[in-house]
C-alpha cells in the first residue's frame, strides 16, 4: 500500500516553454502533498507544501509564480514549471501524507526535467 | 532551528561487512528522525524512524539506528552488508509542521 506515482518520469522541453508534472497518491488519499527539488548529487529541498483545496505554502526562496502546484483533489498534485529556463532542470520528487492517519509522507519515484 | 549533518558523504564497504552511516542532528525539541534510501531511479523508501519511544529503532532489511540524546547523533547500521544495500542514505529530521529536513546524503557502495 501507500503507492504514490508521478508523470512523466522523463520530460525534456526549450526554454521559455512550461512543463506540468503529475504526482498520484494511487491506494490512499493524500490530505497534503510536498514537492522537493533535488540538484545532482546534493539532498532534497523542500519547495512547497500544498493541501487538498487550498493554495499551496512555498518555502523561502522558492517562486510561486514559476512553480505553479494545484491540488484540487485527494489523490492529485500538479507541479507546473512555467517559462522553463536550464536552470531549472533538476530532479522534482513529490510525496504525499494522510494526515488524518499518520504524518509518515510517501515519496514517488520523481520527475527528471531537462530545459534545453 | 532542526537540522541534520551527515557525516560521510560516501561509504564504501565490503560485501558480508558491517556498515555504519553516521548522522547528527540539532533540534531545539525533541526530534522525530528517519532514515531513507534511495535506489537510483527509485523513489524514497523510508528505512526506519525514531519518534520518542525506544531509542534503539529496527527498520527493514536489517537496519537499525540508534537515537542518543547526549550526542545527538542518530548513526544507521548493518551488520552484514549486501550487494544490494548499495544506494543513497538520507537522515532526515521532522521540522515541524509535517515538513522533512533532509541531509546531504551518504552514498555507500558495498564491493564484492
Known amino acids: 500500500g501507500a503507492v504514490v506515482s508521478q508523470h512523466p518520469s522523463r520530460v525534456i522541453c526549450k526554454s521559455g516553454t512550461s512543463v506540468k508534472i503529475e504526482c498520484r497518491s494511487l491506494?490512499?488519499?493524500?490530505?497534503?502533498m510536498f514537492w522537493y527539488r533535488q540538484f545532482p548529487k546534493k539532498s532534497l529541498m523542500l519547495m512547497a507544501t500544498?493541501?487538498?483545496?487550498?493554495?499551496?505554502?512555498?518555502e523561502q526562496g522558492v517562486e510561486k509564480d514559476k512553480f505553479l502546484i494545484n491540488h484540487a483533489s485527494l489523490t492529485l498534485s500538479t507541479l507546473t514549471v512555467t517559462s522553463a529556463h536550464p536552470e531549472d532542470s533538476s530532479f522534482y520528487i513529490c510525496?504525499?501524507?494522510?494526515?488524518?492517519?499518520?504524518?509518515?509522507?510517501?515519496f514517488g519515484p520523481g520527475t527528471r526535467l531537462t530545459v534545453t | 532551528a532542526q537540522s541534520v549533518t551527515q557525516l560521510d558523504s560516501h561509504v564504501s564497504v565490503s560485501e558480508g561487512t558491517p556498515v555504519l552511516l553516521r548522522c547528527n542532528y540539532s533540534?531545539?525539541?525533541?526530534?522525530?528522525l528517519f532514515w531513507y534510501v534511495q535506489h537510483p531511479n527509485k523513489g524514497l523508501q523510508l528505512l526506519l524512524k525514531?519518534?520518542?519511544?525506544?531509542?534503539l529503532v529496527k527498520g527493514i532489511n536489517g537496519f537499525e539506528a540508534e537515537f542518543k540524546k547526549s550526542e545527538t547523533s542518530f548513526h544507521l547500521t548493518k551488520p552484514s552488508a549486501h550487494m544490494s544495500d548499495a544506494a543513497e542514505y538520507f537522515c532526515?529530521?521532522?521540522?515541524?509542521?509535517?515538513?522533512?529536513?533532509f541531509g546531504a546524503g551518504t552514498r555507500l557502495a558495498v564491493h564484492p
Open positions: 525514531y519518534t520518542s519511544a525506544a531509542t
Open positions: 533540534s531545539s525539541y525533541s526530534p522525530s
Open positions: 510525496s504525499a501524507s494522510d494526515l488524518r492517519d499518520s504524518y509518515e509522507q510517501y
Open positions: 500544498s493541501n487538498e483545496g487550498s493554495k499551496a505554502t512555498y
Open positions: 532526515v529530521v521532522s521540522g515541524g509542521y509535517n515538513k522533512l529536513i
Open positions: 491506494d490512499f488519499q493524500a490530505t497534503t
